[in-house]
Nanobody
Framework: QVQLVESGGGLVQAGGSLRLSCAAS????????LGWFRQALGKEREFVAA????????DYADSVKGRFTISRDNAKNTVYLQMNSLKPEDTAVYYC???????????????WGQGTQVTVSS
């Protein structure tokens, strides 16, 4: 069992930056692959980024490549999402999730946080 709690969301102007954090508790955090997803109002939840247990492998949605960076600190049981050059279309609730499988599909993730709101104003 893994519990995930996101933080770091907020309101930022277009072009600005935010760093999201996701603190995990529970067993064997370092054995899980971690991902970030987001859901904009009225839209389906979509994949943003994923990172392997070691941090050596990452994957990003095309819409965020070059702007967002996912990282993890297994000693702190925390995964991060650094978001730069934010756009209004990045506005969404951002969720972190944990999976025993390397995946970008939502249904393959076993544990989810409660989400944190990111709002980007134009």
């Amino acid at each position: 069992q893994v519990q995930l709690v996101e933080s770091g969301g907020g309101l930022v102007q277009a072009g600005g930056s935010l760093r999201l954090s996701c603190a995990a508790s529970g067993r064997a955090f370092s054995s899980y692959k971690l991902g970030w997803f987001r859901q904009a109002l009225g839209k389906e939840r979509e994949f943003v980024a994923a990172i392997s247990w070691s941090g050596g492998s990452t994957d990003y949605a095309d819409s965020v490549k070059g702007r967002f960076t996912i990282s993890r600190d297994n000693a702190k049981n925390t995964v991060y999402l650094q978001m730069n050059s934010l756009k209004p279309e990045d506005t969404a609730v951002y969720y972190c999730a944990a999976s025993v499988r390397w995946a970008t599909e939502e249904y393959k993730y076993d544990y989810w946080g409660q989400g944190t709101q990111v709002t980007v104003s134009s």
